[in-house]
């Protein structure tokens, strides 16, 4: 669904007659407006932007209200079942201009019930200090990525070749057939723990470490956000500017837009499996470098990604003529080598080194970082259309390696809070 979304906007939901078909959208563009600053000259790409970033932001803020309901309410499994419901609504409910809105609110809604919580399981499969919590995780995401390989191949190509509604419905038949599979898998995750209540007088107490250690993980989110930003920018203004300004053709085929989020995912997943083997290998031989070193690694490969999209678009400006597909194809390989260290890896940290007294909650916390992203991504891609596409990836390179130094200097000097040898000695819990 994702990667039709703005591609969706920009070609024909925001523009007549279908945009006034939309229930409510005149008060909701009158709220981004007052919440973006977009004037009524605003172009039909800066609002799918930000109605991008605002979405993506939420899905990512949600999974903390989804993480209360579980621990209070719900329960893990139960939270989640209700979430796939939820999304599978949300899909079915995009293929009508005029259920646009409460669309989005259920995805916003169900993907929050499911995401921290279906996490918070993995995680739950190791215990503390188990260093293969983090291939847990990139085999977590390897899967999430595998599935999106299949995704736009068949929801993309419905939307774009026959009909944008046809694309948001099979989105809607798949998250179905995903909750039939974690039904029929849910006995090899572990059990839910018990529901917690106000009245529970013995909870664990934060020691002074554990409060330092809070300290430096909700420190490093802005971070993280700021490193996160190539990658997320692929579902928004990439997809735009590579609709408009690449040359898509491959062996004499036109292929669709939407097909490079495949091309993403299969690099991704392909990074992915390499580096569960790679860093396995690696620790044979040598020290495997801990989270915030895997993260500056990543940081740092992200700025290559960034820089080959800026080089395509200058050569392509010089040269009057469409950026090659092939800048595309490095810096998809540079952005999954990125990722593969990055996003896996750092929620495998906040797993990990967070205190039992509040992992949950900081598993939530840790979305955080994803909702200052991808606001962040919404609001940069409004600057697509006002700077030369080079620079625009520039800007990009340039944030994504103020991420990579900063990590640098938290390996450096606040290692020793965030180590494996702190968990077992500072925790009450």
């Not at 893990?76 to 609504?89: E, K, N």
């Not at 919580?117 to 983090?134: K, S, W």
């Not at 990139?138 to 390989?149: E, H, K, M, R, S």
Request: proline fraction near 4%; charge should be neutral.
């Amino acid at each position: 669904m994702q990667s039709l979304l703005v591609l969706y906007m920009t070609k024909q939901l925001l523009l007549t007659p279908h945009v006034e078909q939309i229930a409510g959208f005149e008060g909701f563009r009158a709220f981004l407006s007052g919440l973006y600053g977009l004037g009524g000259e605003a172009t039909t790409q800066q609002v799918a932007s930000t109605i991008f970033g605002l979405y993506t932001s939420l899905v990512y803020l949600t999974p903390i209200a989804g993480g209360f309901v579980a621990d209070r309410l719900l329960g893990r499994t139960r939270t989640v079942i209700a979430g796939a419901l939820l999304m599978s609504a949300g899909h079915f409910l995009m293929a009508f201009d005029v259920s646009f809105l409460l669309a989005l609110l259920c995805l916003v809604l169900g993907t929050g019930c499911f995401k921290g919580n279906i996490a918070g399981q993995v995680g739950g499969l190791y215990g503390e200090g188990d260093l293969r919590r983090a291939d847990a995780f990139q085999i977590f995401y390897l899967g999430i990525n595998a599935g999106v390989i299949a995704a736009p191949l068949i929801a993309g190509t419905l939307g774009e070749k026959v009909g944008w509604h046809y694309g948001f419905g099979a989105a809607g038949v798949g998250m179905l057939i995903a909750l039939s599979i974690y039904l029929a898998g849910r006995r090899h995750l572990p059990p839910d723990p018990p529901l917690k209540t106000t009245s529970m007088v013995d909870r664990p107490k934060l020691s002074p470490a554990d409060w330092r250690t809070v300290g430096v993980l909700v420190a490093l989110l802005p971070v993280l956000a700021a490193s996160v930003l190539v990658n997320q920018q692929i579902f928004n203004a990439y997809l735009v500017w590579a609709d408009t300004s690449v040359d898509m053709t491959l062996f004499g085929e036109t292929l669709p837009t939407t097909w490079l989020i495949t091309l993403d995912s299969i690099v991704s997943v392909s990074f992915l499996a390499g580096m569960v083997v790679f860093w396995r290998m690696w620790a044979r031989r040598f020290r495997e470098p801990d989270e915030i070193g895997k993260l500056t690694i990543g940081a740092f490969i992200s700025v290559l990604g960034a820089l080959s999209l800026a080089a395509g678009a200058a050569m392509a400006a010089a040269a009057g003529t469409k950026v090659s597909l092939w800048w595309l194809i490095a810096f998809e390989i540079f952005n999954s080598a990125a990722f593969a260290n990055m996003l896996p890896v750092s929620l495998a940290l906040y797993a990990r080194a967070s205190p039992p007294a509040v992992l949950g909650t900081m598993i939530g916390v840790y979305y955080l970082h994803l909702v200052v992203g991808n606001q962040t991504v919404g609001v940069l891609g409004t600057l697509l259309e006002k700077m030369p596409a080079a620079n625009f990836w520039l800007m990009h390179a340039g944030i994504a390696a103020g991420a990579a130094v900063v990590f640098l200097l938290v390996g450096r000097f606040f290692a020793r809070l965030l180590s494996h040898e702190a968990v077992g000695g500072g925790r009450t819990g």
